[in-house]
């Protein structure tokens, strides 16, 4: 497939190896104008916004991916593919299963859970049935970066759902299987990444606790949570 693509307006050499990736496109502008030096707006398409600056000197592209696995694993697949991306990091929000992770906890998934048929269709992937796994190397790394930054974190595996709304069963499986919160995109990005030979990474931000029913502000959700970006731009 030629670039642009259907999805993705930017032309060639405009995104950079790196791509940090949040949910929403209005997140994406905010880590924009909160790190990257010289942004240049390289995908506008359904209003999902991609910028690609420098950060530290290096070039890194901050793009949107939607919601949900199918959004992201069109994202992912075309900047992997097409545009020769190295890393995806995703870095969103996260429902909290258990009351020992505390709101704004960090979390970084080094494996994800998912029983979606994303999943179910891409079942040659060489995993443990039902999960598939971040890359070692950035998961390392990450760790490392949230220790030197005093970062109230915590690492290991969760979950991705197709489903917002968690059920009674969803929080079952997940205190079942020790898993450390809920989300929506993990798995479809870990898959790409893998069937592409390329690298992922998932860190995210407890918003909300399934459990006590507690919600973090949208305007917080959309404009703040700048530790995972910061966390995530170290790794390019």
Same mark, same amino acid.
């Given at each position: &497939?030629?670039?642009? +693509?259907?999805?993705?307006?930017?032309?060639?050499?405009?995104?950079?190896?790196?791509?940090?990736?949040?949910?929403?496109?209005?997140?994406?502008?905010?880590?924009?104008?909160?790190?990257?030096?010289?942004?240049?707006?390289?995908?506008?398409?359904?209003?999902?916004?991609?910028? +690609?600056?420098?950060?530290?000197?290096?070039?890194? +592209?901050?793009?949107?991916?939607?919601?949900?696995?199918?959004?992201?694993?069109?994202?992912?697949?075309?900047?992997?593919?097409?545009?020769?991306?190295?890393?995806?990091?995703?870095?969103?929000?996260?429902?909290?299963?258990?009351?020992?992770?505390?709101?704004?906890?960090?979390?970084?998934?080094?494996?994800?859970?998912?029983? +979606?048929?994303?999943?179910?269709?891409?079942?040659?992937?060489?995993?443990?049935?039902?999960?598939?796994?971040?890359?070692?190397?950035?998961?390392?790394?990450?760790?490392?970066?949230?220790?030197?930054?005093?970062?109230?974190?915590?690492?290991?595996?969760?979950?991705?759902?197709?489903?917002?709304?968690?059920?009674?069963?969803?929080?079952?499986?997940?205190?079942?299987?020790?898993?450390?919160?809920?989300?929506?995109?993990?798995?479809?990005?870990?898959? &790409?990444?893998?069937?592409?030979?390329?690298?992922?990474?998932?860190?995210?931000?407890?918003?909300?606790?399934?459990?006590?029913?507690?919600?973090?502000?949208?305007?917080?959700?959309?404009?703040?949570? &700048?530790?995972?970006?910061?966390?995530?731009?170290?790794?390019?």
């Amino acid at each position: &497939m030629p670039i642009p +693509t259907p999805h993705i307006a930017a032309a060639e050499g405009q995104i950079a190896k790196t791509v940090i990736m949040p949910g929403d496109p209005l997140r994406s502008k905010a880590i924009t104008d909160r790190f990257l030096e010289n942004p240049v707006l390289v995908n506008n398409i359904r209003g999902v916004q991609g910028y +690609t600056g420098t950060y530290k000197d290096k070039p890194v +592209t901050v793009m949107a991916s939607g919601m949900g696995q199918p959004s992201i694993g069109i994202y992912s697949y075309e900047l992997f593919n097409y545009y020769d991306v190295d890393q995806i990091i995703r870095v969103g929000t996260m429902g909290g299963v258990s009351e020992a992770v505390p709101l704004r906890s960090l979390i970084i998934g080094q494996r994800a859970y998912s029983n +979606t048929n994303f999943m179910n269709f891409y079942s040659k992937n060489g995993n443990a049935p039902g999960y598939v796994s971040a890359d070692e190397e950035l998961f390392e790394r990450a760790v490392e970066v949230c220790k030197a930054g005093n970062y109230v974190f915590f690492c290991g595996d969760i979950m991705s759902s197709d489903t917002y709304y968690a059920d009674n069963d969803e929080v079952a499986i997940c205190n079942e299987l020790g898993l450390l919160g809920i989300e929506m995109e993990a798995v479809a990005l870990y898959l &790409m990444a893998q069937r592409c030979g390329k690298k992922a990474l998932a860190i995210c931000t407890i918003s909300n606790s399934v459990i006590t029913k507690e919600e973090i502000p949208v305007e917080e959700r959309q404009s703040g949570f &700048m530790n995972m970006a910061q966390v995530a731009l170290e790794l390019a």
